[in-house]
């Protein structure tokens, strides 16, 4: 059974009736450019087949209702909230999520009615995969559903402006500074394409992405090391870019150029001049990557997957244990390059590997993982797919 149809069943079995909607958004593998997103650089995303299915229905009250399918097989109902009563800081847990989408319409002249809403979702929690953001962009498209303002309806937010509300729930509501990649490509990416993206000018491209064409799969390894945003560096890291760019004097670091950056350097202290020459030279190699992709050079990309992993592990220090093992081990099995992606300090790597290799290099990193003693991984194909929509 899809997850748009058993959400609309567990949507029936919770209230007594059918959902009046059904939206869907999937999880993404950024295949490049990492860090870049919240200094208005470059990003190359795509998305997974992995998605959370939001099933919605009006209520007549001022109430949101939520709740998630958990992997018990039981409902977990969020604190009920009323939306007129929202406010940043409450509720907290993952039922912050419905709340600050809510609170975030309702800021931007999008006001939310009551709701029910019942969440089912197979992006795997805590992978660097985006759950999160697949939630919040299918609960965002739910909710304008329930007003007449769907995309593509009279008065809607295009999807670029559907990212950036969903962002600002993220980041003022529930506590998390994140960018914009992720509520981007789970919105805009369309299936057997990357999405290139520029975050500064908000233009977007659609690049032709199917590796299977050139014998090619890009294998997903989730280590199940665990990584919260919250709980790790990843405010420090911006934080330090955002200070790096005031000394250098420019409105993000996506204005320093690979020419400037020996320059940019000298002028910065010691800890901040690795994020830097990370953030230029990550720009750098989205921009070669497309180029190569362009001219359906697939292969070739595989060398700056490596620099990526290489600058996120040592100039960026994003990396951990498993990342590095993960990427190593399936490197010297035959991958053409491979990379941690997300925040880091857990979550998943990408290795873009040969098909005839996929047994052996599948194997090796299990090998890898358990010489170290480490939690077995968790491996499957991205194929590139379809964006969010409705799907009942």
């Not at 795509?46 to 099933?55: D, K, S, T």
């Not at 014998?215 to 200070?243: F, M, N, P, W």
Request: glycine share 10%.
């Amino acid at each position: 059974m899809t997850l748009p149809r058993r959400a609309a069943e567990l949507f029936a079995a919770e209230h007594g009736h059918a959902p009046s909607a059904v939206w869907s958004a999937p999880g993404r593998v950024n295949l490049i450019g990492e860090h870049t997103d919240y200094n208005d650089g470059f990003v190359l995303p795509m998305a997974i087949p992995h998605r959370v299915a939001v099933a919605v229905g009006p209520r007549e009250d001022r109430a949101l209702v939520a709740a998630t399918h958990g992997d018990d097989g039981e409902l977990h109902r969020a604190e009920q909230v009323v939306v007129d009563d929202l406010r940043p800081g409450s509720p907290t847990g993952w039922s912050a999520f419905p709340a600050g989408v809510a609170w975030a319409l309702g800021e931007a002249g999008h006001p939310v009615p009551g709701l029910d809403l019942v969440i089912v979702g197979d992006v795997p929690n805590g992978a660097g995969l985006s759950s999160s953001h697949a939630l919040q962009c299918a609960l965002a498209l739910a909710m304008l559903d329930q007003q007449g303002r769907a995309p593509g309806e009279p008065g809607a937010p295009s999807l670029a402006e559907i990212a950036r509300l969903v962002q600002r729930s993220e980041n003022d509501y529930v506590g998390a500074p994140t960018g914009l990649l992720d509520q981007t490509a789970s919105l805009r990416c369309v299936e057997s394409h990357v999405l290139f993206f520029d975050v500064r000018s908000g233009d977007a491209e659609q690049v032709p992405f199917d590796p299977r064409s050139a014998g090619l799969e890009l294998l997903v390894i989730d280590t199940r090391a665990q990584h919260s945003h919250s709980e790790s560096g990843y405010g420090e890291r911006r934080k330090g870019c955002e200070r790096a760019a005031e000394l250098l004097e420019v409105k993000a670091l996506r204005d320093i150029s690979q020419a400037q950056l020996p320059t940019a350097l000298e002028k910065l202290p010691d800890e901040l001049g690795p994020l830097v020459e990370h953030v230029v030279t990550e720009n750098e190699r989205v921009l070669s990557t497309v180029e190569l992709l362009r001219s359906g050079d697939y292969a070739g990309i595989g060398p700056l997957l490596n620099a990526s992993h290489t600058s996120l592990r040592d100039d960026y220090r994003v990396s951990c244990l498993e990342l590095d093992v993960a990427v190593e081990a399936a490197v010297q099995a035959g991958a053409l390059g491979a990379r941690m992606v997300g925040g880091g300090f857990g979550g998943s790597a990408i290795a873009l590997i040969p098909t005839a290799d996929r047994e052996r290099v599948e194997s090796a990193v299990r090998d890898a993982f358990a010489q170290r003693s480490l939690t077995e991984p968790r491996v499957f194909i991205a194929i590139p797919s379809a964006g969010a929509g409705r799907d009942l």
